[in-house]
């Protein structure tokens, strides 16, 4: 299934990873189970910010109470990977929880994964 992303969106989420390339940048993504209709960017807490990402969890709570409330469904995160490529990591995989989607942003690229339980999948992204 495809999922869509609006081009202004994908845009200030790829500049605001160029921006930071010493570090992984990390957030939310909020829409339906085929579009992103907008992204939160968050706190990366990790202890290795320059190769991993934890959302801190003041945010994803928040979201989540949000969202209980009314507000954007939250769909999955996004983060980048500064000296790899835009494919899940064995840390990724780790930390995955299965049917969220991972927009995972590397040298410029952009790829969309869902997480199930025995890995990753690849989804379409449409950019529109």
Known sequence: MTVSIARICLDRLRAEAAASPER???????????????????L????????EFEIDPRALIAAHRAERAGGPRLIGHYHSHPS???????????????????????SGDARLWRSEIDG???????IG
């Not at 990366?44 to 190769?51: G, L, M, Q, Y």
Request: proline residues 7%; negative net charge; glycine residues 8%.
């Open 84 to 106: 790899g490529s835009a494919f899940p990591s064995a840390r990724d995989a780790a930390a995955a929880e299965p049917g969220r989607l991972w927009l995972i942003l590397a």
């Open 24 to 42: 992984e940048i990390c957030g939310l993504l909020f829409g339906t189970p085929v579009r992103i209709e907008a992204a939160l960017a968050t």
């Open 44 to 51: 990366n807490i990790a202890a290795r910010i320059e190769d």
């Open 120 to 126: 990753f999948a690849a989804v379409p992204l449409d």
